[in-house]
C-alpha cells in the first residue's frame, strides 16, 4: 500500500510564507523522484518543483523560481516545499508526486498525494 500524504496548506496573506509536507510510506522512497504540482480551477495541473531521488538536483517552473524551495528527508520519508512571497496566484490545490528514478522504472507507474488547498488572500 503506497500513501502520500500532503500536509501544511491553508490560508495566507499575500507575501506570507507556508510549508508543505508529504511523507511517503509503502514505497522505497530514496528510488523515487519527488515531485510538487499544482491545479488551480479552470487551470491544467503543472508543475511547481522537482528533486532528485538523493536530493542532489532541483527544478523549478520559472514562476517559482526564487520563491519556492524543495527538499527531501530520505531517512524520514519526506519531501518539502517551502513557499515565500506567496501570491494570490498561487492559490491552487497541491499535490505530491512520486515517480521512480530512471534506474528504477522498472517500478512501474507514479504515485500521487491527495492533494492540499493552499489559499492566498487578503
Known amino acids: 500500500q503506497v500513501q502520500l500524504v500532503e500536509s501544511g496548506g491553508g490560508l495566507v496573506q499575500p507575501g506570507g510564507s507556508l510549508r508543505l509536507s508529504c511523507a511517503a510510506s509503502?514505497?522505497?522512497?530514496?528510488?523515487?523522484?519527488m515531485s510538487w504540482y499544482r491545479q488551480a480551477p479552470g487551470k491544467e495541473r503543472e508543475l511547481v518543483a522537482r528533486?532528485?531521488?538523493?536530493?542532489?538536483?532541483?527544478n523549478y517552473a520559472d514562476s517559482m523560481k526564487g520563491r519556492f524551495t524543495i527538499s527531501r528527508d530520505n531517512a524520514k520519508n519526506t519531501v518539502y516545499l517551502q513557499m515565500n512571497s506567496l501570491k494570490p496566484e498561487d492559490t491552487a490545490v497541491y499535490y505530491c508526486?512520486?515517480?521512480?528514478?530512471?534506474?528504477?522504472?522498472?517500478?512501474?507507474?507514479?504515485?500521487w498525494g491527495q492533494g492540499t488547498q493552499v489559499t492566498v488572500s487578503s
Open positions: 528533486i532528485t531521488s538523493n536530493g542532489g538536483s532541483t
Open positions: 508526486k512520486a515517480s521512480p528514478d530512471y534506474d528504477f522504472i522498472w517500478l512501474g507507474g507514479d504515485y
Open positions: 509503502g514505497l522505497s522512497f530514496s528510488r523515487y523522484v
